[in-house]
């Protein structure tokens, strides 16, 4: 997958830095030609661009990326005419960095979507989302073991926990499905966990996995 980054900071250089460790395309953008050099060996591809200017903004491959991360942090002004002329451009999926309720506010205004907290979500879980489409959210719980909650895959929907036997063939414990609740006839206005799973816990579509194990199986349950 290809992704660019906008904003080389603390937060922005750990997401680029690890998605390019995950075997993905990543450039990474920066108005500091120091950050762009320092960073050159880690990151896919680094330039040294005002990410406010149009014209130089226009010539990256903004429609061959999977998505634009706004990372920029110290400057909410240059963050939010950034996040704009990338809206502006097209860009098919826009993640931006949120570090104030004003912003937020205006982020909302944007109709953007997707936005991380720094604060609450760190580089490696936002890089463990993009990197699998399918995972909600993840947290590392030690070096070896993390919980991720993830999509059911579609090969599994339908069947129950002991079915899906994902402990024998993957070395995975479910630890709970988070279900949809309609209210009022809508969907996706509120989610809860169902209770701790058992063997005979059917797998519907829609329902989000709670799993526990080590990371790179978690990852081999999900991609098979």
Do not use: W
């Not at 509120?190 to 199986?217: C, H, P, R, Y």
Request: aromatic fraction near 4%; hydrophobic fraction near 45%.
């Amino acid at each position: 997958m290809k992704f660019i980054v906008f904003g080389l900071g603390h937060f922005g250089e750990a997401l680029a830095v690890r998605l390019t460790e995950m075997g993905h395309e990543v450039i990474g953008v920066d108005n500091s030609m120091k950050k762009v050099e320092q960073l050159k060996d880690g990151i896919t591809h680094t330039i040294c661009m005002n990410s406010t200017d149009r014209d130089a903004v226009s010539s990256l491959p903004l429609k061959d990326v999977d998505a634009v991360i706004v990372a920029i942090g110290e400057d909410e002004s240059a963050s939010l005419l950034t996040t704009a002329l990338l809206k502006q451009l097209n860009v098919k999926r826009i993640i931006g960095r949120v570090v104030s309720d004003l912003q937020k506010t205006v982020l909302d205004a944007m109709a953007i979507q997707e936005y991380v907290l720094p604060e609450e979500e760190s580089a490696e879980r936002l890089a463990m989302r993009l990197d699998l489409e399918e995972v909600v959210d993840s947290f590392k719980i030690s070096e070896k073991y993390s919980i991720v909650e993830a999509k059911v895959p579609k090969r599994y929907i339908g069947k129950t926990v002991e079915k899906a036997d994902f402990i024998n063939s993957y070395k995975v414990l479910v630890l709970t499905l988070i279900k949809e609740n309609m209210i009022d006839g809508n969907k996706n206005l509120s989610k809860e966990a169902s209770g701790i799973a058992t063997a005979q816990t059917v797998l519907e579509e829609n329902d989000i996995l709670v799993l526990f194990g080590e990371l790179i199986n978690i990852r081999s349950l999900i991609k098979d």
